[in-house]
């Protein structure tokens, strides 16, 4: 199995995703099973660097990174702490209504 360089690269770095056949692929030629050398990406993470405007974002198809504005950076640091409030009192809710049904 003979890929360039580049293409090899972009693999490594995550920019590009590697396929299920191409693992099955380096599989066989390790003489391993899939599973030994696989790792599942996950669907979606975002990595804040210590710059506080630059993200990784992960997801199934690739990485990419991206600059973002500070004030964007704010507003999206904002919305996940009022999803936080409201994922709580969302399950705060659901065990009253438990309580009150049973």
Sequence with gaps: MLISQSNYSR???GITRI???EWER???KLDVKVEE??????ATTIYKNNKGNSFRYS?????????????????IELLRQQNDILNTENQE???KLKLCSE
């Design 19 to 21: 396929s299920k056949q």
């Design 26 to 28: 380096f599989a066989k």
């Design 59 to 75: 997801f199934n198809s690739g990485t990419i990174n991206i600059h973002i504005p500070d004030f964007l950076v704010d507003y």
């Design 11 to 13: 693999k490594e770095n």
């Design 93 to 95: 809710l659901r065990e």
């Design 37 to 42: 050398i696989y790792e599942e990406d996950p």
